[in-house]
Nanobody
Framework: QVQLIESGGGLVQAGGSLRLSCAVS????????MGWFRQAPGKEREFVAA????????YYEDSVKGRFTISKDNAKNTGSLEMNSLRPEDTAVYYC?????????????????WGQGTQVTVSS
């Protein structure tokens, strides 16, 4: 059974950096794409970044372009989200998600498996 286990959230000052990890237990052979989403209190879950697992094609939400980088480490069966120049508006619970097929990168309803979420808090 495949599971996604997240780590790396925390509290950081504005302008700081964090790296989120998403460990894939049970192997990555089923993954077609991995995405990162976030949800702030009182707001809907929103797309942050995604990548096609085999080809490595990457997609970003406009407000994080140039600041966030999605990547993967095949040897460690892990996906990552490097977040730099963090802003208070980046504060949210961040979730990684995996999909077994399809190319709907931006829609959270099109992902099959979710991590437990990790809190990111950016202070001003």
């Amino acid at each position: 059974q495949v599971q996604l286990i997240e780590s790396g959230g925390g509290l950081v000052q504005a302008g700081g950096s964090l790296r989120l990890s998403c460990a894939v237990s049970g192997g990555t052979f089923m993954i077609h794409r991995m995405g990162w989403f976030r949800q702030a209190p009182g707001k809907e879950r929103e797309f942050v970044a995604a990548m096609r697992w085999v080809s490595g094609n990457k997609y970003y939400e406009d407000s994080v372009k140039g600041r966030f980088t999605i990547s993967k480490d095949n040897a460690k069966n892990t996906g990552s989200l490097e977040m730099n120049s963090l802003r208070p508006e980046d504060t949210a619970v961040y979730y990684c998600a995996a999909a077994w097929s399809g190319d709907s990168y931006y829609d959270f309803n099109r992902y099959d498996l979710w991590g437990q979420g990790t809190q990111v808090t950016v202070s001003s």
